[in-house]
T-cell receptor, first 113, second 119 residues
Framework: AQSVTQLDSQVPVFEEAPVELRCNYSSSVSVYLFWYVQYPNQGLQLLLKYLSGSTLVKGINGFEAEFNKSQTSFHLRKPSVHISDTAEYFCATAYNQGGKLIFGQGTELSVKP | GAVVSQHPSWVICKSGTSVKIECRSLDFQATTMFWYRQFPKQSLMLMATSNEGSKATYEQGVEKDKFLINHASLTLSTLTVTSAHPEDSSFYIC???????????????FGPGTRLTVL
C-alpha cells in the first residue's frame, strides 16, 4: 500500500533562514507526489508536484522539491523563508491515476522574526 | 481558474440534527469530488469519493448512512451529516478534479473547508 511519512511534526526556523521539510514515500508502483500548504482555517493549496521527468521540481512561493528514488524521498526546500510561510505543509501521494490522495501527517512550519 | 467553494464556511448545530455541506466547482466541471475530514492538528483523512451520477465510494470505517453524499451535477456535491453528535465536530474539506483532465494524474482543487461544531 502507498503511504507517505513526514518526519518532522514541527519545524521552527528564523526568518530568512533556509528550511527543509522531509517526506518519505512508500510505493511499489509509479509514484506521483505532491506538496500542499494549508493556512489556518483554510483549504489546501498546491505548492508543487512530481509526476515524471526532471527530479527537481520548482513550485510557487519559491519552494522546490527533489524526487529521490533511491532514498524514496521528496523533501521540500526553500532557501530563505518569510514570516508569511508559517503554515501547515502536507506531503501527499496519488493512489494511481484515480486521483485519490494519501496525505502525510503534516509539518507545522513556524517562521520567527 | 479552478476555484472550489464550500458552503457554509462554518456551522454550529445541536446534537441529533442533520447538517448539509455544499461543495461547488465554480469555473470547471468536476466528474469526481472528494470529501475529507480533518481533526485539529491532524492530517486529512479521505472519507469518500463522489462521482457525478453514481453512488459515492466510501473509505473503510466511514458510515455511509451517517455521511450521505450526493453528486447530482458536474459542479455540485453535497455531504449531509445525519443525526450529528459532538464527535462529528471537525473540519470538512472537499476537493474536485477537472473533467477535462480525466485519466491524468493531476492536482485536486480544494475548497476552503467547513468547520462543523456539534453541541
Amino acid at each position: 500500500a502507498q503511504s507517505v511519512t513526514q518526519l518532522d511534526s514541527q519545524v521552527p526556523v528564523f526568518e530568512e533562514a533556509p528550511v527543509e521539510l522531509r517526506c518519505n514515500y512508500s510505493s511499489s508502483v509509479s509514484v506521483y507526489l505532491f506538496w500542499y500548504v494549508q493556512y489556518p482555517n483554510q483549504g489546501l493549496q498546491l505548492l508543487l508536484k512530481y509526476l515524471s521527468g526532471s527530479t527537481l521540481v520548482k513550485g510557487i512561493n519559491g519552494f522546490e522539491a527533489e524526487f529521490n528514488k533511491s532514498q524514496t524521498s521528496f523533501h521540500l526546500r526553500k532557501p530563505s523563508v518569510h514570516i508569511s510561510d508559517t503554515a501547515e505543509y502536507f506531503c501527499a501521494t496519488a493512489y494511481n491515476q484515480g486521483g485519490k490522495l494519501i496525505f502525510g501527517q503534516g509539518t507545522e512550519l513556524s517562521v520567527k522574526p | 481558474g479552478a476555484v472550489v467553494s464550500q458552503h457554509p464556511s462554518w456551522v454550529i448545530c445541536k446534537s441529533g440534527t442533520s447538517v448539509k455541506i455544499e461543495c461547488r466547482s465554480l469555473d470547471f466541471q468536476a466528474t469526481t469530488m472528494f470529501w475529507y475530514r480533518q481533526f485539529p492538528k491532524q492530517s486529512l483523512m479521505l472519507m469518500a469519493t463522489s462521482n457525478e451520477g453514481s453512488k459515492a465510494t466510501y473509505e473503510q470505517g466511514v458510515e455511509k448512512d451517517k455521511f450521505l453524499i450526493n453528486h447530482a451535477s458536474l459542479t455540485l456535491s453535497t455531504l449531509t451529516v445525519t443525526s450529528a453528535h459532538p464527535e462529528d465536530s471537525s473540519f470538512y474539506i472537499c476537493s474536485a478534479r477537472d473533467r477535462e483532465k480525466r485519466g491524468v494524474v493531476d492536482e485536486q482543487f480544494f475548497g476552503p473547508g467547513t468547520r462543523l461544531t456539534v453541541l
